[in-house]
């Protein structure tokens, strides 16, 4: 992780395992307690949240541009089984399935609408997507997540803020191949 760069040329700031468990707990925690309808929609809701790590080896990385705001991050997770492999290279299919779906938490309902982008990552098999999501308040958010399996090992990179929505994704595009080049 620490010799992956992101989109300008900067290397990742690499989590401590600590920080990773215990965030995946808590993230895990407040994922459980969130309705999500259609109720088909709750897995792919948490899919680039939360993967299922156990017995797994995993590392995170993120950047910051202070300048535009924009977030960029990856995560590495080795050591899952073919079952789970093979969920990340079928989510075109759940994609399909899940192209809008409410979230409820805590009384606040967050709609949520899911498009695959193509062309993202030159990584064979890679599947992208924007999600945008809009608060009560009409305040919305879009992220760009981009997964793939090199290796056995499951790479996601997920970009949020910036410039422009062409930004996230070249950002998100860019950490992908530069951390799948990296993995031999």
């Known amino acids: 992780m620490g010799q992956v760069r992101d989109a300008a040329d900067r290397r990742l700031s690499v ?87 409410t979230m409820t938490a805590s009384g606040m309902e967050i709609a949520v609408t899911v498009q695959a982008v193509p062309g993202v990552s030159s990584v064979p098999g890679a599947v992208a997507y924007r999600t945008d999501s809009t608060l009560p308040d009409g305040r919305a958010q879009s992220t760009v997540t981009a997964q793939a399996v090199r290796q056995g090992v499951v790479l996601t990179s997920v970009a949020s803020g910036g410039e422009s929505e062409a930004d996230a994704v070249r950002r998100a595009g860019a950490l992908m191949d530069a951390a799948a080049a990296l993995i031999k």
């Open 15 to 101: 989590l401590p395992t600590g920080d990773i468990a215990s965030t995946l707990e808590q993230t895990k925690a407040m994922l459980a307690s969130i309705d999500v309808k259609p109720a088909e929609c709750k897995e792919l809701a948490a899919a680039s949240t939360v993967p299922s790590v156990d017995g797994a080896a995993m590392a995170v990385g993120m950047s910051t541009d202070n300048g535009t705001g924009a977030v960029t991050a990856l995560s590495l997770v080795a050591g899952l089984d073919q079952s789970f492999l093979a969920k990340v290279t079928d989510s075109p299919e759940q994609l399909a399935k899940c192209p809008s779906m």
